[in-house]
């Protein structure tokens, strides 16, 4: 059975150096439970270049380049105008191993201030134009914003530009899903499906259409039940796996076969 992490962080300095073991350790884990292929996701210029570094360097690695929407308060709008810049280059100079743009969006759950909040979407639209540019699906970090979210897709795809991609670590209720199924996104969900206590939450998880569903860690964030306390890695993500092929009641075999298969798809891995 094969898995694919469709997005994990594992490449940035930040993090790789809070692991007890190596990279390489990790990637040989991954690679013992049936993860060959895994997404690189970034969230600053820096960590959009690791991870194009890293996918150079790791058969196994895929790129995603993006400004997360906390860099808007963390380094300011006017920073992240000119951060942003910096990722175009990189998809110049690259080779197939860049394949998306994200993590990029819009969240309003730790950002409640108006002028932020339209920083962010003005940043966002910037991300889904290079999308666009690019043909290149993107991956959508949402939270508590998916009115304004829906909005400006739906602008997109009036003007019959074709908005596609994964909403990653989705841990919204039915309203929120079904307006992502309305407009062909992906669901990703992860290590929150675990251990999270909103039945509304799995209700959700439990309709998503198979040929929407996505697999992530988010590592080394939101570790699966029952390794809570432990540092993230690729490998867990056959743990949420297992938890959403009980609760789907759905074989294991067959969320291997159809995440796998979508993710080869939306990302053309
Ligand atoms: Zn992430």
């Not at 175009?88 to 950002?111: M, Q, R, T, V």
């Not at 998916?146 to 602008?155: A, G, H, N, P, T």
């Not at 996104?185 to 909103?198: E, P, S, V």
Request: proline share 3%; hydrophobic share 40%.
């Amino acid at each position: 059975m094969q898995f694919i992490d469709t997005h994990c962080h594992i490449h940035d300095s930040e993090f790789s150096k809070k692991y007890a073991q190596s990279v390489e350790d990790i990637i040989k884990n991954a690679k013992n439970v049936g993860i060959n292929k895994y997404i690189c996701v970034g969230t600053s210029a820096v960590s959009s270049k690791q991870a194009v570094e890293f996918s150079n360097k790791y058969s196994g690695a895929y790129a995603s380049l993006a400004l997360h929407p906390h860099e808007i308060s963390d380094i300011g709008a006017e920073k992240c105008n000119t951060e942003f810049l910096k990722l175009e280059p990189l998809i110049k100079a690259s080779n197939k191993k860049i394949i998306a743009i994200g993590e990029c969006g819009l969240d309003y759950f730790y950002h409640p201030q108006t002028d932020v909040q339209q920083a962010q979407q003005v940043l966002f639209r910037s991300h889904i134009d290079l999308a666009l540019k690019y043909d290149l699906p993107l991956i959508f970090h949402i939270r508590d914003a998916f009115d304004d979210f829906f909005k400006i897709l739906d602008e997109y795809n009036l003007k019959g530009l074709k908005v596609k991609g994964v909403v990653h670590s989705f841990s919204a209720h039915m309203p929120q899903l079904v307006g992502c199924l309305d407009r062909g996104l992906y669901i990703g969900l992860n290590g929150i499906m675990t251990f999270t206590r909103d039945q509304l939450q799995l209700d959700a998880a439990k309709a998503v259409p198979l040929d929407k569903l996505l697999l992530e860690t988010d590592a080394p964030f939101l570790t699966p039940k029952p390794f809570r306390g432990m540092m993230c890695e690729l490998k867990h993500v056959v743990n949420t796996a297992e938890f959403l092929s009980n609760l789907r009641n759905e074989s294991l075999n067959k969320i291997s076969e159809f995440t796998s298969t979508n993710a080869i798809n939306l990302f053309s891995l």
